[in-house]
C-alpha cells in the first residue's frame, strides 16, 4: 500500500508540477514584458491591464475544460484525462515560445497569444480535479488530507520553477536580449517537462475508489447532469474557491506589478518574494493536511478563510512601506498562511460532497467557474481599480468581502466534521456524519 500510494501521489503531483509551470509561465510574462511586446502602443498601466486581460482569457476556458474532463473523467476514469490535458496544455505552452510580436505581426500577436491562452485554461480545467482525486481515492481514509496537500504543493513547485525560469533568464541577459529572445525560454522548456510529466503518469494505475465504482456498475452516461442536480453543492465549492482565488492571484499576480509599476520597486523583488512565498506555502500546507486529518478538514478551512479576512489590508500597509524585507513579509505571509490552510484541504473537503460516480464533475464545474471571477479578474478588477482611484484600499477590501463570503459558506453548510473522511457513495446534500 504505501509504494503504490507514492507512486500515485508521485504521478499526480509531478504532472500538476509541470501543468502548473505551463499555466503560471505566462503570469510573470503578463505581469512583466507582455505589455511591451503584444501590446506596445498602450500606455504602460494600460498595456499591463490588457496583458492581463489575455491572461484572464485562460480563467474563461477553464469552466469548458472542467465539463469535458469531469464528463469523461467520471465516465473511462481519472487517468486518461490527466494524460490529455497534460499533453494539451504542454503543445500550447511551447507554440507561446515561437510567438511573433506586435512588431513584427502587428494585431495577429495579440490574437495568436489570446487562442494560445484559452487552449492552456482548457487543459488547466480539467487537471486539478482529476490529479486531486487520483490521489484522496487511492489514500488511506485517516491521511486522506496529507496526501491531498501534495496537490497544493506541486501547484506550489509550478509557480516556483515559473518563476525562476524568469529570474534566471532576466538575470542572465540583458534587457534589450530578454525583451527579443529570453522571454520565450521558459515557454520553450514546457516541453522537456511534459515528456517527464507523461512518462511518469502512463506508469500509473487508476484510482481505487473510481475502480471499485466501475466495477459496481456505478458509473453514469451524462454525469454532468446528474452533478447538476446537487446545485446547492456545487456552490459551496464556487463560493470557497473564489475566495482563495482572489487573494491568491492578488498576492501572486497583481502583487508583481503593483511593487514595480505602482510602488517602483525593483521587479526581481516581487519575483524573489514570490518565489520565497511558494516554497514557504509548500512546508505549511504538508502541515495543514496534517492538521486538518487530526481535526477536519472544515476546521482547517476556517482557519484559513479567517485569516484572509484580517490580513488584506495589513497586506497592502507592508507592501506601501517599500521595504524589501516587509515586502516579502507580506507576500510570504499571504501564501503560506492563508492560502495554505484553504488550499491543502480542498481535496478532500470538495469530495466529500459528491459521489464518486459524479465527482470529477461537480467538483471541476464548481471549482473552475470560480476562477473566472477568483482567478481571471482578480489581477484586471486589482490592476483597474488601482488605476481609478490610485489606491490599494478597494483592492483590500474585495480581498476581504470575497473571504467572508467564503467562510460564510463554509460556516453554513452542514459537513461531517471528523478527522476521518467519509467515503461518499451517493451523491446528496451532504455526507453523512461518521
Given at each position: 500500500m504505501t509504494f503504490s500510494m507514492r507512486k500515485v501521489a508521485t504521478a499526480a503531483t509531478v504532472g500538476t508540477l509541470i501543468e502548473w509551470y505551463d499555466f503560471?509561465?505566462?503570469?510573470?510574462a503578463a505581469a512583466l514584458v507582455f505589455n511591451k511586446l503584444f501590446f506596445p502602443q498602450a500606455e504602460p498601466l494600460t498595456g499591463t491591464l490588457l496583458?492581463?486581460?489575455?491572461y484572464a482569457t485562460g480563467f474563461f476556458a477553464r469552466p469548458l475544460g472542467a465539463i469535458v474532463a469531469g464528463h469523461y473523467g467520471d465516465r473511462v476514469g481519472r487517468k486518461a484525462l490527466l494524460i490529455a490535458t497534460l499533453l494539451l496544455m504542454g503543445l500550447a505552452t511551447f507554440l507561446i515560445g515561437f510567438l511573433p510580436t506586435y512588431e513584427?505581426?502587428?494585431?495577429?500577436a495579440p490574437v495568436l497569444l489570446l487562442i494560445l491562452r484559452v487552449v492552456q485554461g482548457f487543459a488547466t480545467g480539467g487537471e486539478w480535479g482529476g490529479a486531486a482525486l487520483m490521489v484522496v481515492e487511492s489514500a488511506p481514509p485517516?491521511?486522506?488530507n496529507a496526501w491531498g496537500s501534495l496537490i497544493t504543493v506541486g501547484i506550489l513547485l509550478g509557480l516556483v520553477l515559473a518563476s525562476i525560469a524568469f529570474t534566471v533568464v532576466n538575470s542572465a541577459v540583458a534587457e534589450t536580449a530578454f525583451l527579443s529572445w529570453g522571454w520565450r525560454v521558459p515557454f520553450l522548456l514546457s516541453a522537456v517537462l511534459v515528456a517527464i510529466g507523461l512518462y511518469i503518469r502512463l506508469n500509473v494505475g487508476e484510482s481505487r475508489e473510481f475502480e471499485d465504482?466501475?466495477?459496481r456498475g456505478e458509473t453514469r452516461k451524462v454525469p454532468l447532469l446528474e452533478a447538476l442536480k446537487h446545485p446547492k453543492n456545487i456552490l459551496v465549492v464556487f463560493f470557497i474557491r473564489i475566495a482563495e482565488n482572489f487573494s491568491f492571484y492578488t498576492f501572486a499576480a497583481f502583487s508583481l506589478s503593483y511593487v514595480s509599476a505602482v510602488l517602483g520597486l525593483p521587479r526581481s523583488l516581487a519575483l524573489n518574494a514570490v518565489i520565497l512565498a511558494a516554497l514557504a506555502e509548500c512546508v505549511t500546507a504538508v502541515l495543514f493536511g496534517l492538521l486538518a486529518d487530526r481535526i477536519s478538514s472544515r476546521k482547517v478551512m476556517i482557519v484559513g478563510l479567517a485569516f484572509q479576512i484580517v490580513f488584506a489590508f495589513p497586506f497592502f500597509w507592508l507592501l506601501e512601506t517599500k521595504a524589501p524585507g516587509l515586502v516579502m513579509l507580506a507576500i510570504v505571509m499571504?501564501?503560506?498562511l492563508g492560502n495554505g490552510a484553504i488550499s491543502s484541504v480542498q481535496p478532500d473537503y470538495f469530495a466529500r460532497f459528491f459521489g464518486v460516480y459524479i465527482r470529477y464533475s461537480g467538483i471541476s464545474i464548481g471549482r473552475e467557474g470560480a476562477t473566472i471571477i477568483g482567478g481571471g479578474l482578480a489581477p484586471v478588477i486589482a490592476t483597474a481599480l488601482v488605476a481609478t482611484t490610485h489606491a490599494s484600499w478597494p483592492v483590500a477590501l474585495c480581498m476581504t468581502g470575497t473571504s467572508v463570503i467564503g467562510l460564510a459558506v463554509v460556516l453554513m453548510s452542514r459537513r461531517a466534521e471528523s478527522a476521518a473522511p467519509v467515503v461518499v457513495r451517493t451523491p446528496g446534500?451532504?455526507?453523512a456524519q461518521s
Open positions: 503560471f509561465v505566462y503570469l510573470p496583458a492581463f486581460g489575455t513584427t505581426a502587428g494585431i495577429a485517516e491521511k486522506r465504482a466501475a466495477e499571504g501564501f503560506a446534500m451532504a455526507p
